[in-house]
């Protein structure tokens, strides 16, 4: 019965050596337990398109020359494209990436302020990416359009739970005036130009024009507007476990028209100088995140084979020699068992039959 014991306690404490050891494996393997998806973040993307006027002319063309000349040597806009903190997945199991910038500007239309992007994993949990500016001001030609505070969004996902999306409401003021700016809600909004907002648009692109018209004689009318697109966005989809969102987009639109005209001594024109421009000036995009969900891992696969096959060697081991050692000492026990049945000879032995007769 004690040997039966012995035996089954060795093998509980065999048994219980391997389960130690693989949970310690396990827990103690810096595990790569979700893999793949994604984040990224971008605190400023803006996009300016070159813009040039579209200039015609028509009578004593001479007479304008100088004017022509002036209007169409150079753009109004240069084109220039800026991207600020701009972040990428961070590798597994953990880890961050983050960049930040004082500020950043497209000069004559665009100054952004603290601009950051950071993306952040976490062994066994979120995958998150966010994004933050400072204050951000847009102006166009001298003219003063939008004026924008703090812009936030962030985004999280989880390998086993539902994804989340947000995006902070920014105070929006479009020429002065506030702006509410629902999520997912795109506002469109535009502002007339007199003509003194024109003439003015006109003399910060090409300095000096409205001295060179009157040198001339000649007369200004012009008019236009400015068009704005703005809003921010918050998508999370359950199903896929990706999230967006953007805390602030922009795109600023300009339509100018102008005329001059060179009159003679009877008051007509002798010269007509006609000036227009209908283009997208502007595409702004701030605090922009997304994400897509990791996979997570199965245990199997996320042991570490090569810490496991050396404890499981070590484990083989000690198995052998509890085995060898249970042997001998049940050897012994035989041996002491035999030795207590028989300490003078066996029953029935001649030495036994002899004393009985």
Not at 55 to 65: F, K, R
Not at 303 to 331: M, S
């Amino acid at each position: 019965m004690g040997t039966q014991q012995a035996g089954s306690w060795a093998v509980r404490l065999g048994s219980g050596i391997i389960a130690a050891m693989l949970v310690a494996t396990v827990l103690a393997t810096p595990a790569y337990a979700s893999l793949g998806g994604s984040a990224e973040a971008t605190g400023m993307r803006g996009q300016a398109p070159e813009v040039r006027l579209e200039v015609s002319a028509s009578g004593a063309i001479s007479a304008v020359q100088p004017i022509l000349d002036r209007l169409t040597r150079d753009p109004i806009l240069s084109g220039r494209q800026e991207i600020a903190a701009e972040v990428t997945t961070p590798d597994p199991p953990s880890g961050t990436e983050s960049q930040t910038q004082p500020e950043r500007r497209i000069p004559g239309l665009v100054t952004v302020e603290e601009i950051s992007a950071r993306t952040e994993r976490v062994q066994d949990g979120d995958l998150s990416a966010q994004a933050r500016t400072g204050q951000v001001h847009v102006g166009l030609l001298g003219l003063d359009v939008l004026r924008v505070g703090g812009v936030h969004a962030e985004v999280s996902t989880h390998p086993t739970e539902e994804p989340t999306a947000s995006a902070g409401r920014p105070s929006v003021q479009f020429f002065g005036r506030q702006v509410p700016l629902p999520v997912d809600e795109p506002v469109d909004i535009d502002q007339y130009l007199s003509t003194a907002d024109a003439l003015e648009a006109l003399e910060t692109a090409l300095p000096g024009l409205t001295t060179l018209v009157q040198t001339l004689g000649g007369v200004f009318e012009a008019g236009g507007g400015v068009q704005v697109r703005m809003g921010r966005t918050e998508q999370a989809d359950v199903g896929t476990g990706s999230a967006t969102a953007v805390g602030f987009y922009a795109a600023v639109h300009l339509d100018l028209d102008a005329h001059i005209c060179i009159p003679n001594l009877s008051g007509e024109c002798l010269a007509e100088v006609t000036i227009r421009t209908d283009a997208a000036v502007l595409d702004l995009v701030l605090a922009e995140t997304s994400v897509e969900r990791p996979e997570m891992l199965p245990v199997i696969e996320r042991i570490d084979w090569t810490l496991v096959l050396p404890l499981t060697a070590a484990v083989a081991l000690v198995l052998f020699g509890l085995g060898l050692g249970l042997g001998l000492w049940r050897r012994r026990q035989r041996a002491a068992g035999t030795g207590a049945a028989d300490p003078g000879g066996q029953p029935g032995s001649p030495a036994q039959r002899v004393g009985r007769r």
